[in-house]
């Protein structure tokens, strides 16, 4: 059953999205350790390394920002009502708190009513946490910029080896490019679009990637299954353009 609306698409296609992270997040783990056994494959990788580097530091810094601010919301939870309560009613207020939690140590009640404040503290504190993080994680522009740009890397690429073809499948095929359309218009409902805007630019560059990738086998006369190690400079955002041009054809302007 297709979704129906664009909030349910938008649900269903980035579950889609998460599910083939987590598929290949562990296989692309255990390739980076097996393939980076000696200097000279460190170096094949290392222009990608640093995106990712960049990547993870810059999640980090949004991860430190959410426990931060959990521990602030959950400090103010717990201990601000009862400082107001005595800052405004004085020391009487104090005295009538503090009988009140004392009758209710004698009912053998005080644990239910430390728990419950507790549970609630907690998870205010958790969700604002997870809030906080998401706010400065969807803000920074360069995350997702520098994680579409990954299959444009010099070098090797173990991510545009073991995600793009099922990467490019999933937005070029799966995904119907009416949602894409959706994501143009000037009157865009969807709520993530800085994040979609990636995924659909990290398939165009696995595409274009592939495109050089054999452009270069074919000039340099390697067979298909060879490795390319790409230039410095890494693949022209334009060779698209550029292969077409070169073929003596019109450019086209889907990457599909």
């Known amino acids: 059953?297709?979704?129906?609306?664009?909030?349910?698409?938008?649900?269903?296609?980035?579950?889609?999205?998460?599910e083939l992270l987590r598929k290949h997040t562990s296989l692309i783990h255990r390739s980076s350790t097996e393939e980076s056994n000696s200097s000279e494959t460190n170096q094949q990788y290392a222009p990608e390394q640093r995106l990712i580097d960049?990547?993870?530091?810059?999640?980090?810094?949004?991860?430190?920002?959410?426990?931060?601010?959990?521990g602030i919301v959950f400090a103010s939870v717990r201990f601000g009502p009862r400082y107001l309560a005595v800052k405004i009613g004085g020391r009487e207020k104090e005295r009538v708190m503090?009988?009140?939690?004392?009758?209710?140590r004698k009912e053998g009640t005080a644990w239910i009513h430390k728990g419950a404040a507790f549970i609630v503290e907690t998870s205010f504190g958790a969700w604002a946490g997870w809030r906080g993080y998401n706010i400065v994680s969807s803000q920074n522009n360069d995350s997702f910029e520098a994680i579409s740009q990954i299959p444009l890397c010099a070098g090797r690429s173990i991510i545009?080896?073991?995600?793009?073809?099922?990467?490019?499948?999933?937005?070029?095929?799966?995904?119907?490019?009416?949602?894409?359309?959706?994501l143009d218009s000037k009157e865009c409902r969807l709520q993530d679009e800085a994040r979609w805007r990636s995924v659909r630019d990290?398939?165009?560059?696995?595409?274009?990637?592939?495109?050089?990738?054999?452009?270069?086998?074919?000039?340099?006369g390697m067979k298909?299954?060879?490795?390319?190690?790409?230039?410095?400079?890494?693949?022209?955002?334009?060779?698209?353009?550029?292969?077409?041009?070169?073929?003596?054809?019109?450019?086209?302007?889907?990457?599909?």
């Open 1 to 18: 059953m297709q979704p129906a609306n664009t909030t349910e698409k938008e649900l269903h296609y980035r579950n889609r999205v998460q």
């Open 54 to 70: 960049r990547i993870v530091s810059n999640e980090r810094t949004a991860f430190m920002y959410g426990i931060a601010l959990s």
């Open 98 to 104: 503090k009988e009140a939690e004392e009758v209710a």
């Open 160 to 182: 545009a080896d073991k995600v793009c073809s099922e990467w490019v499948d999933l937005v070029h095929k799966e995904i119907p490019s009416e949602f894409w359309q959706t």
């Open 202 to 220: 990290f398939a165009d560059n696995c595409v274009k990637r592939k495109a050089f990738e054999d452009a270069y086998r074919k000039k340099h």
């Open 224 to 256: 298909e299954t060879e490795l390319v190690m790409v230039p410095d400079g890494g693949v022209p955002k334009d060779i698209l353009l550029t292969l077409h041009l070169e073929k003596g054809r019109p450019a086209q302007n889907n990457t599909e």
